[in-house]
């Protein structure tokens, strides 16, 4: 008997997800490893932690596709990209490569919705939600760069940000947790 509870199109899709969060381990660690060797401690602690957590959605989908009856696959990577220019220039892309992930996860919760896989689109909702936390934290931390100079950023700020940012949550808040009492 066929134990495999996932269409193909759905198994592929859900591996390429796992590619891509493998690259995107990749890549937070490639920046933490910029960020540190330009003196970022705290910026590099940030991306460490980050590219961890990269690694754990990985296995997330991994789990999944297992549990289900398939077969998760492990593909090469591409090398990270090239060092970002400045302090500005890595949140960019970090926040863009957030877009792009976001834009993954949503494809996949789309095909599920369409193929009335209730328990891969279940599945899904999680990774939405961690989504709008990615770029709600990329954002932020674009924000407070730009606050501070953006590309023309003195030291002291850099100084500041870095020692704040290495202190920051991994987790940002949602516009939907806030009220009236807790703006």
């Given amino acids: 008997m066929n134990t495999n509870r996932l269409s193909q199109t759905i198994e592929e899709i859900l591996n390429k997800q796992v590619q891509k969060e493998a690259q995107a381990a990749q890549i937070y660690l490639s920046y933490g490893i910029w960020a540190d060797s330009k003196g970022y401690s705290g ?16 296995m997330k989908v991994i789990e999944y596709i297992q549990k289900r009856g398939g077969k998760a696959k492990v593909t090469g990577l591409q090398s990270p990209p090239p060092d970002p220019a400045n302090l500005q220039d890595c949140f960019e892309k970090i926040l863009q490569h957030e877009i792009d992930n976001s834009k993954a996860i949503y494809a996949i919760v789309e095909m599920a919705f369409e193929e009335k896989d209730w328990a891969t689109w279940n599945f899904g909702q999680w990774f939405v939600k961690e989504q709008i936390e990615e770029e709600t934290l990329a954002m932020d931390l674009l924000d407070k760069v730009k606050v501070a100079g953006g590309k023309n950023v003195s030291n002291d700020s850099l100084l500041y940000l870095d020692t704040k940012i290495g202190q920051k949550e991994d987790e940002a808040e949602l516009a939907r947790d806030v009220s009236v009492d807790n703006p």
């Fill in 43 to 58: 910026i590099s602690n940030l991306l460490f932690r980050h590219s961890g957590e990269e690694r754990n959605h990985m």
